[in-house]
């Protein structure tokens, strides 16, 4: 019997920037720079058996990611089989994280430092601030015997991702590697992160700091809001603290319009696999940055702080010791006195 070969669809022909651009979320530009560099990992050693290209299998992918849909659904509108986009979406998927993964980095010289923290002085005038930082809760599938690690408190398995953004909303650092039942502040002890902030060696300029909520214990290097402000000039900071990490949350709310299988939950059998999705799925968010997309084509996402979920239900940890406490409130203090 014959094989029967379904005629596959680029979906670069025929579509003008516009569609391509709704379709596939990216410029048709950016699209071929991201092959330049994962083309080779995406190329069959053999045409036969009518093997996809390159370019075809990372359509079908930002198709895929874009959509948030089926396998089969996305099959159906441009010609392969189910298992082909399978294959197609999990190769361009770790190709994509294993060779633009440095795209989700701190500034390595003084000069981009200097630069990032001119950036966020200029938002509402709080000085050494190199990133804000906040969780956001993606949904996903888990195998039932690691189920209740990632049960978020609305009962819902998901993991909660934890990212720093810079002031233009690319991210700068990423961790997805804990489940939904975490509290942001233990995400981040987990990250890695913290070791980098203690030692001062996150950049090259000394003295930055982070902004994050309250879901964050307060630290020389992690300004929070002050919860019961007593004075104008604590409100003030509160105001400008506000302003200023608003970039973060506005980035998630950006991350999911862009990309839908965020916003409506991965479906992937293996917590990796989803894992590596979300990477994959920041990386082609800064690049979209990077090449001045900055999504205006998209929906209005002036209320993208609503599409990130609540803290999930473990309790935050134990406030540190008297000392590191007496440190952190110093250093905010120091901020609050800015705007007497």
């Not at 045409?47 to 299998?57: G, I, S, V």
């Not at 849909?69 to 994509?96: L, Q």
């Not at 000394?206 to 902004?211: D, I, K, Q």
Request: glycine content about 8%; aromatic content about 6%; some cysteine.
């Amino acid at each position: 019997m014959n094989r029967v070969v379904r005629p596959r669809i680029n979906g670069d022909e025929d579509l003008s920037p516009t569609k391509f651009r709704e379709r596939f979320r990216l410029e048709r530009a950016v699209v071929e720079k991201i092959l330049h560099f994962i083309g080779d990992d995406l190329a069959h050693d053999t045409d036969r058996n009518h093997a996809l290209t390159p370019k075809q299998q990372l359509l079908l992918t930002l198709r895929f990611l874009a959509t948030g849909s089926f396998y089969h659904v996305v099959g159906d509108a441009h010609g392969p089989s189910k298992a082909t986009v399978y294959r197609a979406v999990h190769r361009a998927v770790e190709a994509i994280v294993n060779r633009l993964m440095g795209l989700i980095a701190f500034p390595n010289t003084h000069e981009a430092t200097r630069a990032l923290q001119a950036q966020f002085h200029g938002k509402a005038g709080l000085p050494n601030v190199i990133g804000c930082i906040d969780g956001c809760h993606i949904d996903l599938r888990v195998p039932t015997d690691v189920e209740n690690a990632y049960i978020n408190r609305h009962q819902r398995t998901s993991l909660n991702v934890m990212a720093v953004a810079g002031a233009d909303g690319r991210f700068l650092c990423v961790s997805a590697h804990a489940g939904g039942r975490q509290h942001d502040s233990r995400v981040l002890a987990t990250s890695g992160l913290v070791e980098k902030l203690e030692t001062d060696s996150l950049v090259p300029v000394g003295g930055g700091v982070l902004l994050g909520d309250s879901a964050y214990p307060s630290r020389r290097y992690l300004l929070t809001p002050i919860n019961h402000p007593g004075t104008a000039a604590e409100e003030r900071y509160n105001k400008a603290h506000c302003r200023t990490r608003v970039c973060v949350e506005q980035a998630f709310g950006q991350l999911k319009m862009r990309w839908w299988c965020l916003k409506h939950g991965l479906r992937f059998h293996r917590v990796a696999d989803s894992v590596r999705t979300v990477m994959a799925c920041c990386i082609l968010h800064n690049i979209a940055k990077l090449e001045g997309d900055e999504g205006d084509w998209m929906q209005d996402v002036a209320a993208a702080q609503d599409l990130g979920e609540p803290d999930a239900p473990e309790l935050p940890p134990p406030e540190p010791v008297a000392a590191v406490r007496r440190l952190a409130f110093a250093r905010r203090a120091e901020f609050v006195r800015l705007f007497q």
